[in-house]
């Protein structure tokens, strides 16, 4: 049984921080490990965690010194990371007892060693309830790649010596809120490729206008990736409209953006 480390950014989430863990905690899958880092919360983020981590001994838990974002939080939790596979976990999220099992079971079952990343369907849900669901086409090509990242973050799996190899979260600035979509695309430039699992085994906590929330320098990101797919794969010209797309998008009037939004997690 292979042990899995689940990478855990954590920040501002101390009515959220216990549900999350306790869904790691209760899985069916036991070899685990569990790495918090708190990026400089002004709450009692770091205070709640330090008596979470009292539960179980898989449990380390570290901080920044300053609020420094996801992709250094992730990256200070890797270097910690002694599992063959990398889980990702938000502490505000909630995810299936038997997430890790299927996942690790789906890696055993492949015998293509260049499958490096698994994830699977996440649904959306509030207060009121689940209001959306976000899935992918099961095996993505580099030609699905440049229309929106393939793969849901939150709940994915990855090969760590396939993340060690690729140098980790990218923390630039030009990969602000969009380093999965960067890593996806430097997994796939070097040879390796990602599964979906249609099944929905994460949940994402969100409110149902979080989309409004999006600066239009993250969009400006977003291309960025998609202009790197492009030239990368050689995709054809007909592709430069999901480059400039997001760019769009953020131009739209945000209660048009909303309706468009809402619609495709319908969708989904």
């Not at 889980?87 to 789906?106: P, S, Y």
């Not at 690729?166 to 430039?189: C, F, I, M, P």
Request: charged residues 30%; hydrophobic residues 35%; proline residues 2%.
């Amino acid at each position: 049984m292979k042990k899995v480390s689940i990478l855990m950014g954590i920040y501002n989430c101390e009515n959220t921080l216990e549900e999350a863990v306790d869904c790691i905690i209760n899985q069916t899958y036991e070899n685990w490990e569990l790495i918090m880092c708190d990026d400089g919360s002004s709450d009692d983020t770091y205070k709640v965690a330090e008596q979470i981590k009292n539960k179980d001994s898989r449990i380390i838990l570290i901080k920044n010194e300053k609020n420094s974002g996801l992709s250094t939080s992730l990256n200070n939790c890797l270097k910690l990371a002694t599992g063959y596979y990398i889980a990702r976990m938000d502490g505000d999220d909630i995810c299936d007892k038997n997430r890790l099992e299927i996942e690790v079971k789906t890696f055993e079952q492949l015998s293509d060693d260049k499958i490096a990343l698994v994830s699977t369907a996440m649904y959306f849900y509030d207060n009121e309830g689940i209001f959306g669901k976000l899935e992918h086409p099961e095996e993505p090509k580099p030609s699905d790649l440049i229309k929106a990242s393939m793969f849901c973050h939150a709940p994915c799996m990855m090969k760590k010596s396939v993340l060690i190899e690729l140098g980790g979260y990218n923390t630039s600035k030009q990969a602000d809120r969009v380093e999965d979509y960067d890593l996806w695309y430097r997994l796939y430039a070097n040879g390796y490729r990602g599964i979906n699992i249609s099944e929905c085994l994460y949940g994402m906590r969100d409110d149902r206008n979080a989309a409004n929330r999006r600066k239009f320098k993250y969009r400006i990101n977003e291309s960025r990736v998609k202009f790197k797919i492009l030239k990368t794969f050689g995709l054809g010209k007909k592709n430069y409209i999901y480059c400039i797309k997001p760019i769009i998008l953020g131009l739209i009037p945000k209660n048009l953006y909303l309706v468009l939004h809402k619609y495709k997690l319908k969708e989904d």
